[in-house]
Structure formats: C-alpha cells, structure tokens
C-alpha cells in the first residue's frame, strides 16, 4: 500500500515563506510524475507544480518566480519551497504523485493536504 505524508504547513506572514515536503512510502517500485495542488475555500483544487522523474517541471502562472518545486528520488520525496507569500496563496496543499508498485501497476495517489495560511 502506498502513502504520501505531507510535513510542512502553517502560518506565515505575507511576504514570509515556507517549505513543504511529501514522502511517498510503501512497495514502490517507480515513481513517475509528483506534483503540489491546492484548493482554497470555496475553490476548486488547482494545480501549483509538477515534476517530472527526469526534473522537468511546469507551474502555476501564478506562482512562477515565487515557488520552487523539487525531489529526492533517493528518498521518494518532493518538496515545494514557497517565497514572497502572498494571503491569495492561503489553501491546503496537497500532494500528488503518479506511482507504480509491483502489485497494483501504475496509479495515481493523493496526499492528507497541509494548511498553508498566509496573513495580511
């Protein structure tokens, strides 16, 4: 069975940043894209970052030059580094990873989400 745990939400002040972090674990054999994706109140749940197994990686306009998505492949980790916050990026987070184990094949598994708050 395969699970992502994101670590690394809060409260921030605008302008403030913050890091996240996702680690997939269980009887993983490859992983292939990872991603962050938020959903605001009241809001639809909208993509933030992606990365590739091979680092390409595509973001949100609204978050490029703000953000930056990166992994670990070593440790099966993504991580979103969050700069120059702003409180329209106040949602909860989640991770995203596409991911093939031995028994089940190629699927696709969403983190718990994680809180990112960002006060005026």
């Known amino acids: 069975q395969v699970q992502l745990v994101e670590s690394g939400g809060g409260l921030v002040q605008a302008g403030g940043s913050l890091g996240l972090s996702c680690a997939a674990s269980?009887?993983?054999?490859?992983?292939?894209?990872m991603g962050w994706y938020r959903q605001a109140p009241g809001k639809q749940r909208e993509l933030v970052a992606t990365i590739t197994n091979g680092r390409r990686t595509n973001y949100a306009d609204s978050v490029k030059g703000r953000f930056t998505i990166s992994r670990d492949n070593a440790k099966n980790t993504v991580y979103l580094q969050m700069n120059s916050l702003k409180p329209e990026d106040t949602a909860v987070y989640y991770c995203n990873a596409d991911i093939v184990t031995l028994l089940t094949g190629r699927n696709n598994y969403w983190g718990q989400g994680t809180q990112v708050t960002v006060s005026s």
């Open positions: 269980g009887s993983i054999f490859s992983i292939n894209a």
